[in-house]
């Protein structure tokens, strides 16, 4: 658990991290459920981290709810000399997914707290769309509901006791 500030409120976040172990696999399909933003972290130093990628995006596809947020990591930026999947690739494989990018090292904390801010402002994006529309649709519905009851009154009904609305 974690509290981090995104536009001056305090979000307090949830994290797990199955390190891209195959035997926490059945375990993450159930945490997908849930999940309302999921980091996919490769390794840069290894191109076979990179290629489990998508494996665990189709996962993602599969398992977690429409719209949860998604971000591409390419983490170990401290480690440049044992590169072997480039900044480019990471960037073209997170626009095919709709995904955005981000090369982060947890050695040295070079965009982590971008990476999480970044994450959780997609994720309350995404609740004030939802929101929004809710309250839309709510509205509409209290509209719909007022203009039956104004068709269901009989002229000269306001100022009479026994009418009937229904």
Request: with cysteine.
């Amino acid at each position: 658990m974690k509290t981090i500030e995104v536009d001056g409120i305090k979000v307090r976040i949830q994290i797990w991290d199955t390190a891209g172990q195959e035997r926490y696999q059945t375990i993450t399909k159930q945490y997908y459920r849930r999940a309302q933003g999921i980091f996919l972290v490769y390794d840069i130093s290894s191109e076979r981290s990179y290629q489990h990628i998508m494996k665990w995006a189709s996962d993602v596809d599969e398992y977690a709810p429409d719209g949860v947020q998604k971000i591409l990591i390419g983490n170990k930026a401290d480690e440049e000399q044992k590169r072997q999947v480039g900044r480019e690739q990471g960037l073209q494989l997170a626009k095919e997914y709709g995904m955005d990018f981000y090369e982060t090292s947890a050695c040295t904390n070079f965009n982590i707290k971008e990476s999480f801010t970044r994450l959780t402002e997609l994720v309350l994006q995404a609740h004030r769309k939802e929101l929004d529309g809710l309250r839309l649709y709510a509205a509409d519905e209290l509209n719909l509901a007022e203009l039956e009851e104004e068709e269901c009154k009989p002229e000269g009904a306001e100022n009479s006791p026994k009418a009937c609305w229904c």
